[in-house]
Nanobody, 125 residues
Framework: QVQLVESGGGSVQAGGSLRLSCVASGYSYSISCMAWFRQAPGLAREGVAFINSAGDGGYTNSVKGRFTISRDNARNTLYLQMNSLKVEDAAMYYC???????????????????WGRGTQVTVSS
């Protein structure tokens, strides 16, 4: 069965950095659209970054220039490097997968088939 396991969350001060990881199993990882979503308390889940099989990434405006999404197809691992963190970046971060889709045709959470349990990111001022 498909599994996505996130790690790397934690508590940092504003301006700091974190690197999230998501290890995938149970499907052909190299042919998949992968994404990071986040959800803060009381808010809807939002797409943060997306990456296709070729490694081309896309970002929501609020994180452009600060976050970098990448993937290692040999290790079945997705990453999110988060720099210059802001208090408003604090949220639960989720890894999402759309297997068998080399490209990311949608940024809607409903388009993605599988989700991890999340890793918490806390940013203090």
């Amino acid at each position: 069965q498909v599994q996505l396991v996130e790690s790397g969350g934690g508590s940092v001060q504003a301006g700091g950095s974190l690197r999230l990881s998501c290890v995938a199993s149970g499907y052909s990882y190299s042919i998949s659209c992968m994404a990071w979503f986040r959800q803060a308390p009381g808010l809807a889940r939002e797409g943060v970054a997306f990456i296709n099989s070729a490694g081309d990434g896309g970002y929501t405006n609020s994180v452009k220039g600060r976050f970098t999404i990448s993937r290692d197809n040999a290790r079945n691992t997705l990453y999110l490097q988060m720099n210059s963190l802001k208090v408003e970046d604090a949220a639960m971060y989720y890894c999402a997968a759309k297997p068998s889709s080399a490209n990311c045709y949608s940024d809607s959470e409903s388009w993605f088939d599988y989700w991890g349990r999340g890793t918490q990111v806390t940013v203090s001022s």
